[in-house]
């Protein structure tokens, strides 16, 4: 074992407070975000996981992530296996191996970490004593089978009602297979690859899947947490006298999911995060988030601003997390709330037709100079293919509220490569660009300073489970010159 490693993870260690250290034996498992420390510990997924897992009696959860480049260079020097965090012990001496992945570009990190592990990547060559390999996160919603064969059992669904299922099957059942087999059964929310024989076409597409086993459904439904996620496990902790679970999920109203553990150091380190909502109303028809955990779900305010009371004395800053912060009915109460507290107030980006006078005026007063919203694209038409119905003057008055508040940096996310998009289209881009731009510098006379336009520009790809999914996505050469054309 590398002596330097084992100091580099103490002195993260040594940042951070809220981890936990548990000496009780039972179920271990290593949570592993497949990126490095800095950018896992700003994921509220795994917080999420981690605090759940470890509110669990008889479980034990650490965490482990990629190396940085130094802690990566001596693992291959020094042949060291992959370590978790919390106590430097080697992964593959875990029961358990769960991948909170939250992007599809991770699972090369995933293969990655696996081999560093010294866990074989192949689940078909993974023994008994292997310890169970999972994936769950965003990205298992979206397209779980480029990894599927790395993968003894993805997770499709929430961790808030899944991660208490996962733990019961594991606890109620003996060997690997009968593991596998129990949550197959489950018929909703866990996918075993090793279970399905896939048929192809001739052109290497899937024709059909065969479960290979009676009672493992043909098709794998996604396990939705409603607003309150708690009823059915406080059901089993009772049952099986599980009392110190049961008086933890009788303790919370909802589930909020938040930072869990301080680490200033990460990214979005030195705030408080919050998941104010879940899923998003609008349908707009590329994104996959809107359909993937429809419907819609709110956490109440009053848990959201206890959250936010109990880590005031650590963070004036809190970050508000949805896919449409305005869309909360409490809105109002939680800004004017934590204005109250003296927070700084930050929020993802933002739905252009939902950017209220109060929260431009929570963001001045929290002295935030950049905010990120997302047009799409340029044309009117092309905005209502995908279900964006906003026009170019809606969208540059938008942008001029912003602007006559003194916040005079804007990020504008757009695509190219959307489906029925003429270079007529592309135009519009040019277009609206310059009359933000316009508007931007007239706003910034009164303040003395110019702002900044920020396009960001990316090609469109289709989701699945969304309405587009079947359209093509842009041959390669085709969109490189669709964005050099508008670059």
Known sequence: MSKRIIESYKKKLA???????????????????????????????????????????????????????????EYEKTGTPLMSLETQSRVKSFDVV?????????????????????IPVWSAEREEHHPLVIMGGAASFLNPEPIADFTDVIAVGEGEILAFQLVDAIVDNVSKDEILLSLARIGRGFYVPSLYDVIYNDDGTVFDYLPKQIGVPKRVGRALASVNPKEGTLRRALKRGETELAEFLL???????????????????????????????????????????????????????????????KTNKIGLVSTAVCDHPEISTILRELRAMDYRISVSSLR??????????????????????????????????????????????ICGAVFDRG??????YMMVGLPTETDEDLDEMFVLVERIKDRMLEAG???????????????????????????????????????????
């Open 407 to 412: 916040m005079l940096t804007i990020k504008l």
């Open 251 to 313: 303790s919370q109203d909802t589930f909020c999911p938040s930072t869990a553990i301080w680490s200033p150091g990460a990214e979005m380190g030195d705030r408080l995060l919050v998941e104010i909502s879940r899923g998003c109303s609008q349908g707009c028809r590329f994104c996959w988030a809107g359909y993937n955990y429809y419907p819609p779900r709110v956490v109440p305010a009053k848990d959201i601003l206890e959250k936010a009371r109990e880590w005031r004395s």
């Open 98 to 118: 769960a991948f909170s992945i939250s992007f599809e570009t991770d699972y090369l990190n995933m293969a990655k970490m696996l081999q560093l592990a010294d």
């Open 352 to 397: 252009l037709d939902q950017i209220s006078d109060e929260l431009l005026d929570a963001l001045v007063e929290s002295r935030d100079q950049q905010i990120a919203v997302a047009p799409e694209t340029g044309s009117d038409r092309l905005r209502r293919v995908i279900n964006k119905n906003l026009t170019n003057d809606e969208i540059v008055d």
């Open 15 to 73: 940042a951070e407070e809220g981890y936990i250290v548990s000496q009780r034996a039972g179920l271990r498992i290593a949570l592993c975000y497949p990126n490095t420390h800095s950018i896992g510990m700003a994921n509220l997924g795994l917080h999420t996981m981690y605090e759940l897992f470890n509110s669990i009696p008889d479980v034990v959860c650490e965490r482990v992530f990629l190396p940085d480049k130094a802690e990566m260079a």
């Open 445 to 487: 006379k009164k303040f003395g300073r110019a702002g900044k336009i920020i396009p960001s520009l990316n090609g469109f790809v289709p989701k699945p489970n969304t309405p587009l999914q079947w359209d093509a996505i842009c041959e390669e050469r085709e969109l490189k010159r669709r964005i050099k054309y508008v670059s």
